[in-house]
């Protein structure tokens, strides 16, 4: 009996060094800066203050080739973001990664150069992380749809931008590396935009003395800007993936304000933008808020400088967060109903304590609402688009176009 105790116990001190030594990063992120059909950036988080290579190989290849991280600071941290961006990748293509010191072998996958053979699934919602197991919950769900990528629209943490609250980004990527990789190790990028709980104190118009520079935008939303590689500066940004898709995202007043250089800077884009067939804009203030008040100022600047401009380009469909709950409008033009007009569809559950919600039937804008925790995922195929909302127990709660056994 004694020797098997010695035995068991030899095994446990082997198996104990083997786990050491394969120095799992502490956490991971995938998303993209760069045409998603033939590049990806890689972030790891780690003590390790030296560069370091991450292992790569097209699925298949037996040799793997490397790539040197950039290291660059955590906020609040001892921890260091190893950052890698790998171009010249083939389009619709499946690429193995190892991390540093690292047996595991994940996946991602690069997004195709057409739709002309198949479609794209993006999982969409924002507000993500009231609690650790809300967000989790609904990762699961997510992850199940294995859907090519994700898009939060703010509110990742709720760390508000302070040193205090650094456990919870630790959670948020702790949950990101356990619960958005599906069964066969396939990491899902995402994609982020700007909340209220990214900024100290929420919005810019509470710093005195505020610049629309890179340095006070880094001062207040200090997690947001070292942490997501895209949008980076200044705060919003556009992803075009081949010459199919725009992702057009924006801040609404958090670290920049709606009107002047940014309402510009949405114009131009969209016009610059106007032969692409899918232009999908998401930010986190909803238009036509499903909870909070419709004459409220920060809604109120979203219908006046960007909702004339979404509609004069002709875009479709919009993506909305910041209230908690579940909501698609009505198609809207000029403040009416009007089937020529754009779907706004969102409002932030993905992981938060859901909000009462206003009177579907005497609020003119909204066709579905729901006080649930939901996610939306959006389907393009073609020149088409459709979608299904899911909500965090896994049931379809709606759909677009509408179909009659969706309840």
């Known amino acids: 009996m004694k020797k098997l105790k010695m035995i068991v116990f030899a095994i446990a001190l082997f198996s104990c060094g083997l786990a050491l030594g394969q120095n799992e990063p502490h956490a991971f992120y995938l998303t993209w800066q760069e045409d998603p059909t033939t590049t990806i950036t ?29 290291v660059l600071p955590y906020p609040f941290s001892e921890r260091l973001v190893h950052r890698a961006s790998v171009k010249n990748l083939k389009p619709e293509t499946s690429y193995e990664i190892k991390f540093p010191d690292s047996k595991e072998v994940y996946y991602f996958n690069t997004l195709p150069s057409s739709l002309d053979k198949r479609s ?37 943490a709720y760390e508000n931008g302070l040193a205090e609250n650094v456990g ?11 619960t958005l990789v599906t069964a066969d190790n396939r990491i899902l990028p995402c994609i982020v935009a700007v909340g209220n709980h990214e900024v100290v104190g929420g919005y810019h118009t509470k710093h005195e003395g505020y610049e629309q520079t890179d340095s006070f935008r880094n001062r207040i939303a200090p997690y947001f800007y070292a942490l997501f590689p895209f949008p980076g500066q200044p705060g919003y940004n556009v992803l075009d993936v081949g010459t199919y898709l725009s992702l057009i995202i924006l801040d609404t007043e958090h670290s920049n304000p709606i009107q002047g250089i940014q309402t510009q800077w949405l114009e131009k884009t969209l016009e610059q933008r106007k032969d692409v067939i899918h232009r999908i804009p998401i930010y986190h203030v909803p238009a036509y808020p499903s909870v909070r008040k419709y004459e409220d100022k920060t809604q109120t600047l979203v219908r006046e400088n960007w909702t004339p401009i979404l509609e004069k380009h002709g875009i479709k469909l919009v993506f909305e967060n910041h209230d908690h709950a579940y909501k698609r409008t009505f198609p809207i033009l000029n403040g009416e109903i009007n089937q020529s007009g754009i779907v706004y569809v969102g409002d932030g559950s993905w992981g938060t304590e859901p909000r009462e919600i206003h009177d579907v039937a005497s609020t003119w804008y909204l066709k579905k609402a729901q006080s649930v925790n939901a996610f939306t995922l959006l389907t393009l195929e073609g020149s088409q688009f459709s979608l299904i909302s899911i909500d965090s127990e896994g049931n379809i709660i709606d759909s677009f176009p509408e179909n009659p056994l969706v309840k």
């Not at 890689?42 to 991450?54: T, Y």
């Not at 980004?169 to 990101?176: A, E, G, L, N, W």
């Open 120 to 156: 794209l699934k993006i999982a969409i919602g924002g507000d993500s992380m009231h609690k650790k197991e809300w967000l989790e919950k609904t990762n699961k769900v997510v992850a199940s749809y294995e859907p090519d990528f994700i898009i939060i629209g703010g509110d990742m």
């Open 42 to 70: 890689i972030d790891w988080h780690s003590d390790e203050a030296d560069p370091s290579e991450i292992s790569i190989r097209r699925k298949g290849l037996e040799e793997w080739s490397s790539v040197e991280s950039d």
């Open 168 to 178: 919870r980004i630790y959670d948020f990527f702790d949950s990101y590396k356990n």
